[in-house]
């Protein structure tokens, strides 16, 4: 089977700044009003394109995947599809059964409280980790079982017909990127832990008889793609609630979000003064 290596060239546009070569002497003589405004509305746009890059750039891997998953569904795709896959596993690693797969995925969870009770910090607090993960589960659980639902796709074996998309790989790459965001600035071989059990488990679940190709790279995409936009988010659900609390008016009603027993969402606290 031919072996085909796919690379993602991401290109940054850096605006230079609106000023650079104007004159000094011209810089403090700005009296039009008109100016100053059409300097302010300058300064907007070119921050908001550089926002729009590091969502692009964000999204750019989980959509690749999501994108071959979706190409390589059957026997389609830029080698061979999922069911040619499967002919050659089944060839090469015929009766092939592990349980490690139903495991392997916690790894970045387990790696995440080992380090905890280390005294090593995350770019978060313990208590903060714990709602980020709350909030990737559930955005990537929600994601994932909608899908199964929707397009009742069956697995290899045939055991059923949820096969697509791979909710183990989903939530082992959900979980490495959850650990990858808070440990991977520490050393890189934190991230390459967490991306490298991800990665053994869609691989294992392959030899499983249990997934097609395509459904382990969508679950892959869709795991990244979840952890990344919860922490993208997240930043944003801190402003919320910071001025909730600290705010001088002393507002009555506070959203927050919550994640306990298997489900998550909005709860609603109400201040009695």
Wanted: with cysteine; proline share 4%.
């Amino acid at each position: 089977m031919k072996k085909y290596v796919y690379c993602l060239f991401l290109h940054l546009l850096v605006l230079p700044p609106v000023f650079a070569h104007q004159p000094q002497n011209t810089i403090p003589y700005l009296t039009d009003t008109a100016v100053v405004e059409q300097i302010a509305d300058t300064t907007v746009q070119v921050t908001g394109k550089r926002k729009l890059s590091v969502v692009a750039r964000k999204a750019a891997v989980p959509v690749l995947l999501i994108g071959l998953g979706v190409t390589h569904m059957d026997d389609e795709g830029l080698f061979e599809g999922s069911r040619g896959l499967r002919r050659v596993v089944q060839r090469q690693y015929a009766n092939y059964h592990t349980p490690v797969d139903d495991y392997l995925y916690h790894t970045p969870l387990a790696l995440t409280v080992g380090l905890n009770l280390a005294g090593v910090k995350g770019e978060h607090h313990y208590a903060e980790q714990a709602l980020l993960l709350g909030m990737t589960h559930f955005v990537n659980k929600v994601i994932t079982n909608n899908l199964k639902t929707i397009t009742a796709v069956n697995r290899p074996d045939g055991s059923n017909n949820d096969a697509f998309p791979s909710a183990h790989t989903s939530k082992a790459f959900a979980y490495a990127t959850f650990f990858h965001k808070e440990y991977g600035g520490r050393s890189i071989w934190y991230s390459i832990a967490g991306y490298s059990a991800a990665t053994a488990t869609g691989t294992l679940r392959i030899l499983n008889d249990k997934h097609w190709l395509s459904d382990v790279l969508v679950g892959a995409g869709i795991g990244i793609l979840s952890a990344e936009a919860v922490y993208l988010v997240y930043p944003k659900l801190q402003e919320v609630v910071d001025r909730s609390f600290h705010s001088k008016q002393q507002n009555n009603l506070i959203m927050m979000p919550y994640y306990g027993g298997g489900a998550g969402g909005i709860a609603l606290v109400w201040q009695l003064h």
